[in-house]
């Protein structure tokens, strides 16, 4: 039996590395992985805070529901994510590649 490595599966199911197809993959992979990470640090935050969900909803003006949405990674703007850290008292800074580094709260 021949084991094929994660690259090689695709490689051959959406082309090598530089292929239209295969790009838009790893870019929307890229973008999943990060909203992950912003949903897991909002969750982080508002449990070092020992808030619930529903208490961050009500200091950002929002249902119980979309808390739980923006910490599973679900549509989440800038501003609303701004909102949530200016609120849980955490400082956000932006790393612009190519242009640096930007302080939001």
Known sequence: MKL???NELLDRDLGPVGTPKR?????EVAEE????QVGEAIKQARLA???TQEQL???IGVQRS?????ENGESITLSTMM???KALGVQVALDLKGI???ALC
Do not use: P
Not at 33 to 36: D, F, G, T, V
């Open 66 to 70: 979309r808390i739980s949405k923006f």
């Open 83 to 85: 909102r949530i850290f």
């Open 23 to 27: 790009d838009k993959f790893d870019q």
């Open 49 to 51: 805070n020992n808030l």
């Open 33 to 36: 992985i990060r909203a992950y």
């Open 4 to 6: 094929y490595t994660h």
């Open 57 to 59: 909803g009500e200091k």
């Open 100 to 102: 640096g580094k930007l």
